[in-house]
């Protein structure tokens, strides 16, 4: 890619100085001189005003450097991934994965994948469902993982884990009494009524979460007399374990390690049947071929999410 164009303006409006511009970029005061003068005549606009003997951009030529810096960006992205390629990089593989999933399965699956395969160059996106849905119809990620509103037929769908909606009490309140688990219950069963009176905290309604939420209260054929909304699960499982309310999350929302969201004194239980899940998906798009690498962070995904749910407070 040659824009030696937008190097030699760029370089010029830096420096504002001819004779130093034209020292950087290797060629003479009046072949640089030429140029600017030939290039102003093409456009039909002067790019610098010549007060003294600096040079000065105008508002076009303002236009003209910031639209030309970002082309030089582009062009070093370019460069660089380009010599990766010609220097023994095989593959390249975009993942994205749900923001609120990234603070546990990141710092753990983006160094093991690194060093399982180390010739692949591995470009890592943290975000939300719309957002990695929109990239990976236009091409943008390999693959994303989240939980899904709806499934699309142009994707394939590889279930991660099926994530249940778990009521969560402090260890410490005197109705956090449970016998254990139902039958097919992986968590401790508590009857949600004996919870009407207390502070409930739930997501906002546009959150998916809040909807779930409602779908577990809904069952159980409760309406909270106290209800207080947040929007981060995070600071919803801290007021819980600090003992300040009750509240909803997904299972695999919870971590015993998530400095964020202490768990020390959290109970975690079921209180629906049978249980209420949200699937948390890999997602490909349909007639894509995985290259050993993607299966291998499916795999990853698939070991930590359930390792995560199995250590859960109990």
Same mark, same amino acid.
């Given at each position: 890619?040659?824009?030696?164009?937008?190097?030699?303006?760029?370089?010029?409006?830096?420096?504002?100085?001819?004779?130093?511009?034209?020292?950087?970029? #290797?060629?003479?005061?009046?072949?640089?001189?030429?140029?600017?003068?030939?290039?102003?005549?093409?456009?039909?606009?002067?790019?610098?005003?010549?007060?003294?003997?600096?040079?000065?951009?105008?508002?076009?030529?303002?236009?003209?450097?910031?639209?030309?810096?970002?082309?030089?960006?582009?062009?070093?992205? #370019?460069?660089?991934?380009?010599?990766?390629?010609?220097?023994?990089?095989?593959?390249?593989?975009?993942?994205g994965i749900q923001a609120i999933r990234s603070h546990h399965l990141t710092p753990k699956m983006l160094p093991a994948i690194t060093a399982l395969y180390p010739k692949t160059k591995f470009l890592w996106y943290e975000d939300y469902y719309e957002s990695m849905e929109r990239m990976l119809l236009d091409h943008e990620l390999d693959i994303f993982f989240c939980n899904c509103k709806t499934l699309r037929k142009e994707f394939e769908y590889i279930p991660i884990l099926n994530d249940e909606i778990v009521f969560m009490a402090p260890k410490n309140h005197?109705?956090?009494?449970?016998?254990?688990?139902?039958?097919?219950?992986? #968590?401790?069963?508590?009857?949600?009524?004996?919870?009407?009176?207390?502070?409930?905290?739930?997501?906002?309604?546009?959150?998916?979460?809040?909807?779930?939420?409602?779908?577990?209260?809904?069952?159980?054929?409760?309406?909270?007399?106290?209800?207080?909304?947040?929007?981060?699960?995070?600071?919803?499982?801290?007021?819980?374990?600090?003992?300040?309310?009750?509240?909803?999350?997904?299972?695999?929302?919870?971590?015993?390690?998530?400095?964020?969201?202490?768990?020390?004194?959290?109970?975690?239980?079921?209180?629906?049947?049978?249980?209420?899940?949200?699937?948390?998906?890999?997602?490909?798009?349909?007639?894509?071929?995985?290259?050993?690498?993607?299966?291998?962070?499916?795999?990853?995904?698939?070991?930590?999410?359930?390792?995560?749910?199995?250590?859960?407070?109990?």
């Amino acid at each position: 890619m040659n824009l030696k164009e937008q190097l030699y303006v760029c370089t010029l409006a830096e420096t504002g100085s001819l004779t130093q511009a034209a020292k950087q970029l #290797f060629i003479s005061q009046p072949a640089l001189s030429l140029y600017i003068s030939n290039l102003e005549n093409t456009l039909g606009a002067r790019l610098f005003e010549r007060i003294g003997k600096q040079f000065v951009p105008t508002q076009v030529g303002e236009l003209y450097v910031k639209a030309a810096k970002e082309m030089l960006c582009l062009k070093e992205r #370019f460069d660089t991934e380009f010599s990766e390629i010609q220097n023994g990089q095989k593959e390249r593989i975009r993942v994205g994965i749900q923001a609120i999933r990234s603070h546990h399965l990141t710092p753990k699956m983006l160094p093991a994948i690194t060093a399982l395969y180390p010739k692949t160059k591995f470009l890592w996106y943290e975000d939300y469902y719309e957002s990695m849905e929109r990239m990976l119809l236009d091409h943008e990620l390999d693959i994303f993982f989240c939980n899904c509103k709806t499934l699309r037929k142009e994707f394939e769908y590889i279930p991660i884990l099926n994530d249940e909606i778990v009521f969560m009490a402090p260890k410490n309140h005197p109705l956090a009494v449970s016998p254990g688990p139902l039958p097919s219950h992986t #968590f401790p069963w508590l009857d949600l009524t004996l919870f009407e009176g207390e502070r409930f905290i739930l997501t906002r309604e546009s959150q998916s979460l809040s909807k779930y939420s409602w779908q577990v209260l809904k069952a159980c054929q409760l309406v909270p007399k106290h209800i207080f909304n947040l929007t981060k699960i995070f600071n919803i499982i801290t007021l819980v374990n600090s003992g300040y309310g009750v509240g909803f999350s997904l299972a695999g929302y919870i971590s015993p390690n998530n400095a964020l969201s202490p768990t020390d004194n959290l109970g975690v239980f079921s209180v629906v049947n049978p249980p209420i899940t949200a699937t948390f998906y890999g997602v490909y798009k349909r007639g894509y071929q995985p290259v050993p690498a993607v299966l291998t962070l499916i795999d990853m995904a698939k070991t930590l999410m359930a390792e995560q749910v199995s250590h859960l407070p109990r």
